[in-house]
């Protein structure tokens, strides 16, 4: 069975040569393509002509030319050896493929993850990362896209979304508009710009019920950013939710302060999301083991702070 099988699977040197040949018209201009002598080129086609049991080309003064069957032949075998290229080019590519593209978000990425990307990098020197911003759920399959670090709910399809951390936001401003505007208990700030972040709409809400106050809401300016939110901050605009992990700098350097000293959990979370379709790319999978490790070290850093 197999036998039979190869005759009509002749190899890729005699059906390369013939391709040459029906393209060029000639046995010598084959052989300088291929690099070949004509000798070479002409015992392929003998060979395959011998398997096939046709007769592919005439042969006259004038060189060669294809017969019925050779045209019709050729047709389907340049296509064939034009896809047989592509796809082997596009294994290659793969096998190659020490890229990860990785959507990150704003000031997560440039406040805690870039501070610790040289550690990756050393671990895995051959993986290169492409960085794209992304706020909010996207088409991983368009985007071209291999795993994104996601705010929000573990909601997102076709993927898998693998938890790395709560954050703590604490109401912070600068400490001219906290001394224009004293706050001597929450309710205060109710009659004050609070600023809303696109992501987290019910952020206020959620902090004043955890203070045992009803309809606690924003209701100033909105941004889609921390970024923003924070030079806000700094111009003395308001007061703004923020998660305490990303502003230490300015906390410790005194340039924002805490308008109520009351942290509480966000009710969104940090995850790092996946398609299905890439759980086996090994860059993906280098880049998770890594970034599952350095969050276990940052919740003991922050436990022992807390302690």
Known sequence: MLTHQRRFLPSTSALAAFDSVAKLGSFSAAANELNLTQGAISRQISLLEDQLGVKLFERNNRGVELTPIGRDYAKGIGDALATIRTLSLEAMAKAEDTHLRLAILPTF??????????????????????????????????????????????NWPGTDCQFLMQEMVVPVCSPAFLR?????????????????????????????????????????????????????CLAGLGIALVPTFLIEPELAGGQLVRAWNHEVKSASAYYLVRPLSKMAYPPATAFSHWLLAQVRDFNASQDIAAG
């Open 109 to 154: 990425g440039t406040r805690w993850l870039m501070p610790r990307i040289p550690d990756f990098l050393q671990k895995h020197p051959s993986v290169i990362i492409d960085f794209a911003t992304r706020i909010g759920q996207f088409d991983f399959e368009s985007s071209g896209l291999d795993a994104a670090i996601h705010i929000g709910e573990p």
């Open 180 to 232: 224009d505007h004293p706050v001597s208990q929450p309710q205060d700030m109710l009659s004050m710009p609070l600023f809303d972040m696109a992501s987290r709409p019910r952020a206020w809400e959620h902090w004043f019920a955890s203070l045992g106050i009803a309809n606690g809401r924003g209701g100033g300016m909105r941004f889609e950013q921390f970024s923003n939110v924070v030079q806000a």
